[in-house]
């Protein structure tokens, strides 16, 4: 049960370059959700996902598409990426119900110069 | 909007001593209460949870914490700090009703055992 899996772990992309980061999860969970970790800043929710074909927007999602085709797939693309995209990200599921925690993946570590 | 304060970011403290780590949060509604953990490099781990019920939430690692509505809070606490437990601490909130999937952060807190 590999639970939240995210691929790359690392990256670094020159400015401009498209990429996508990879989340898969086998927990069968509802809810996906990706965040940016940022010093002093926390966790802010770039896109979030309550079902397969069913996508919404948080609180950062310029730069940044999703989709969402099937259960276990959640792929973050960034179309033309930029210093400020210089980030971690998380990528974390949850069951439907509201009143259970998040589930996350070990991060990438994106680095845009 | 709700929003999660935690007004230290860095928390110093020796070994086997007591520490406590602060949490408010901002929200009309009824919440759903969380205390996560990050280790170097690694994912975020879910330490407890408050959802309903007692106030006082027993997590792992001997870690609790008690909400308390009146103040808006939801503090960490450890009576006895281990080396180990050297890592960044997250408090998180959620709508009890609406909000979708949101789950708000709060902008963490080093936690850093000394000898």
């Not at chain 2, 070994?15 to 949060?25: F, I, S």
């Not at chain 2, 919440?31 to 019920?53: E, I």
Request: a neutral charge.
């Amino acid at each position: 049960n590999a639970g939240v899996t995210q691929t790359p772990k690392f990256q670094v992309l020159k400015t401009g370059q498209s990429m996508t980061l990879q989340c898969a999860q086998d927990m069968n969970h509802e809810y996906m959700s990706w965040y940016r970790q940022d010093p002093g800043m926390g966790l802010r929710l770039i896109h979030y996902s309550v079902g397969a074909g069913i996508t919404d927007q948080g609180e950062v999602p310029n730069g940044y598409n999703v989709s969402r085709s099937t259960t276990e797939d959640f792929p973050l693309r960034l179309l033309s990426a930029a210093p400020s995209q210089t980030s971690v990200y998380f990528c974390a599921t949850r069951p439907g119900q509201m009143n259970t925690e998040a589930f996350f993946g070990q991060g990438t570590r994106l680095t845009v110069v | 909007a709700q929003s999660v304060t935690q007004l230290d970011s860095q928390v110093p403290v020796f070994e086997e001593a007591p520490v406590e780590l602060r949490c408010n949060y901002s929200s009309s509604v009824s919440v759903y209460l969380f205390w996560y953990v990050q280790y170097p490099n690694q994912g975020l781990q879910l330490l407890l949870k408050y959802l309903s019920g007692s106030t006082l939430v027993k997590g792992i690692n001997g870690f609790e914490a008690e909400f308390n509505k009146s103040q808006t809070s939801f503090h960490l606490r450890k009576p006895s700090v281990h080396i180990s437990d050297t890592a960044e601490y997250f408090c998180a909130v959620r709508k009890g009703t609406g909000g979708g999937n949101k789950l708000t952060f709060g902008t963490g807190t080093q936690l850093k055992v000394e000898l």
